[in-house]
């Protein structure tokens, strides 16, 4: 028989029988080896003989590690590590090499105390009895409507094929409802800004809103890398024909492009005069807002754009940009206050880390490590 049960191994059992931290693991009989490959193949193996007694030539496998419980929820060394790969990735979007490596490690060390901030949020919405069902809904299709899906069925499937569970997907939307409701409701509904607010610090600060020239745009790449370049140029007149012919630059867009920007219809935002490469911006030169340019070939495929806007250098007036800087200046007194108001949720709560781990929001009384 094979002589196999899950068990945690305890480095330290609080009150109540609660267990601080400790790892999840997997005593397996060394002896029965062949057997459990077997059962492990058919699909077995999860099955546990409850009062088995530990076997001599057992070993401990860790399959888990927990580094934090903020009340009665854990953080694992799993999760830990998926949040840093995470933001490696995000900032690999920006950065390469060692500057790369520099923000990683500056951005990393905050990473337990932003995981310890949302479960605190989590638990507080769950407290005050906040219920978010009908705006996940909302945001899911929100999400639909952006993807230009047919169907939540659709999304589900998307969100699948790019490796992602279902469940978590949703879960995770709905935690960032409940923490947006809760930081509204004790953060920024005690947060007011006036408008004389906002002019005083448009009057001090009024070359942080100038508006720098340069073109927005949209854009078709038929990529030579996808396509063979005979198909790729038949693919791109094909496209031109259309958009000729009257059809709208996002949909044919969508229908055509190789490039991330197909899926919010061609739009790659505002560029700065001096930051396009030359080729791109001498085709665009003498194209007015609304048109289209010709055909451009270059290194990565056949290129459209379309110029969205055209922006020549100014100062705007305070009226012009009133509402941005009121909100800029909102968000900033949020930020501020949502520090404390977290410091606060840290202080009522009982949060305890594994050894080596560091909460870096930690109030100055600091957390308990075990």
Do not use: C
Not at 146 to 160: H, K
Not at 239 to 256: N, Q, T
Not at 273 to 302: C, F, H, L, R, W
Not at 329 to 340: H, I, N, P, S
Request: hydrophobic fraction near 40%.
């Amino acid at each position: 028989m094979l002589g196999r049960h899950l068990h945690l191994t305890r480095a330290r059992a609080g009150r109540r029988g609660v267990v601080d931290f400790g790892e999840i693991s997997i005593r397996v009989n060394v002896m029965a080896k062949k057997t459990f490959n077997l059962l492990t193949w058919l699909g077995l193996a999860a099955l546990t003989l409850v009062g088995t007694a530990p076997m001599t030539n057992a070993r401990t496998v860790l399959i888990e590690r927990i580094i934090a419980r903020v009340n009665n929820k854990i953080v694992t060394q799993r999760q830990y590590d998926k949040e840093r790969e995470t933001l490696h990735q995000q900032l690999a979007q920006q950065y390469s090499g060692e500057k790369l490596e520099q923000e990683f490690k500056l951005k990393s060390k905050d990473m337990l105390r932003d995981m310890i901030d949302q479960d605190l949020l989590v638990q507080k919405a769950g407290d005050d009895d906040i219920n978010v069902e009908t705006d996940v809904i909302k945001r899911l299709d929100e999400v639909r409507q952006q993807y230009n899906l047919p169907s939540l069925e659709a999304l589900q499937q998307g969100v699948e094929k790019d490796g992602m569970n279902w469940e978590d997907f949703k879960d995770q939307i709905k935690r960032q409802l409940l923490m947006r409701e809760v930081i509204a409701r004790e953060v920024g509904s005690r947060i007011i800004i006036s408008r004389a607010d906002a002019r005083k610090y448009f009057d001090a600060h009024m070359k942080e809103f100038d508006s720098p020239p340069g073109v927005h745009l949209a854009e078709i790449l038929v990529s030579t890398e996808k396509h063979s370049p005979a198909e790729a140029e038949k693919l791109a007149k094909k496209a031109m024909g259309e958009l000729d012919s009257g059809a709208r630059f996002p949909d044919v867009a969508k229908e055509y492009s190789d490039a991330p920007s197909a899926k919010d219809g061609g739009d790659v935002g505002f560029f700065k005069a001096g930051t396009i490469a030359p080729e791109i911006a001498k085709a665009i030169a003498n194209v007015d807002v609304g048109e289209v340019s010709s055909t451009i070939k270059t290194q990565y495929g056949y290129m459209i754009f379309k110029v969205l806007e055209k922006r020549v250098g100014k100062t705007p007036t305070f009226e012009q940009v009133a509402n941005q800087v009121m909100n800029y200046l909102y968000d900033q007194k949020v930020q501020g206050a949502l520090r404390g108001f977290l410091t606060t949720l840290r202080t009522e709560s009982s949060i305890r880390l594994a050894p080596g781990f560091v909460d870096t929001g930690a109030p100055p009384a600091g957390d308990r490590t075990d």
